[in-house]
């Protein structure tokens, strides 16, 4: 069925979001439809974002100066940078209390089905920190999936053709995640976890 | 992770559309916030369609004018009148050349996850045009899923309370779907088909 053009337009918009299958955009479409109320509350939404949401400049999380809390924070060790996708993921490691470093946030990862494409994340930005000196290791914290893998990849290349001499690149450890069962785990963590084994004990010389 | 305002505020705008949860309203929101383009591209789609997108004032489908083209159509059955969730399933009864009433377009289904309720379907619209007079009947279109049910039973209740004289109301059957092998079907088709079987020979009573 041919839509209207305003209706069709919409639909497009939707779809081109990530996520969002042709399916959805009509549903979306058809909500807007049908709740103008709706449709008014995301479009003014998008509008204030354009006009007035921040990005750090430093490590490019959403942030209300111009830097982030985390980046303003002198006490942080600002010669380790992890990379991670997402707000989100900078959250989960603050909760977790396990690094002090700095973050840099690259807002996706690679994702060529719902169209994250390189050109999208703020890797541009990450090299720029790493040439301005005074860091000594970045670490790779993207998911272990397929999207995170190709992700990391994408950095470590970017890095590594900066040819920052001395920079230490190192990525999250793969293998048994704590408190699990070995029986209940998946090919691809065990597989890891052999990989990734480490010596505990050296076998002697003698 | 506390976000700032503008963005909050597109996440809960995102969240609000029907089918996407937090994590997508997120994802979608730092899309927004990464790719400007699309972002400006959505705004300016949402606002088109609430200036310029028609809706048959007839049916409720989306219409280029003020009828569509199948309201608009005087060789239409006027007198049956087939109760459709959204434009795609007029689309596929159309596609299937097996009715030549007219719809009516609720332009969704209740569901209670994603937030669409009975407001926001055009009941009270269907009503009208019942109450005018020339609809001998209603056919309850919806999906024959919880959803469709429920929307289904929600028009039924409707139409029953107005209490207009010999109206019909009927549903679409249920039963063994065309083309298919019984093997494979599940649970509640074969109980559909059960509960709906047609006599096709009476037990003689000599």
Redesign the interface.
Known sequence: ?A??A??E??I???E?????GRV?A???????????R?????????????T????CKECGN???QELCGLCADEGRDATTIAVVE???H??AM?RARVFDGRYHVL??ALNPADG?EAR???IHALLDRVRRGNVREVILATDPDKEGEATALLVLDALESAGIPDLIISRLARGLPAGSAIEYLHKGVLEDALEDRRAIRRRGRS
């Open positions: 069925m839509y209207p305003p209706v337009a919409l497009k918009a939707f081109a979001l990530p996520g969002i959805s009509e549903r979306l479409t058809f909500h807007v439809l049908r709740s103008e709706s449709g008014a509350a995301l479009r003014d939404a998008i509008a204030l974002v354009l007035d949401a921040k990005r959403v942030a209300e997402e707000p989100r900078v959250e603050e807002m996706g994250t999208h994340l703020s």
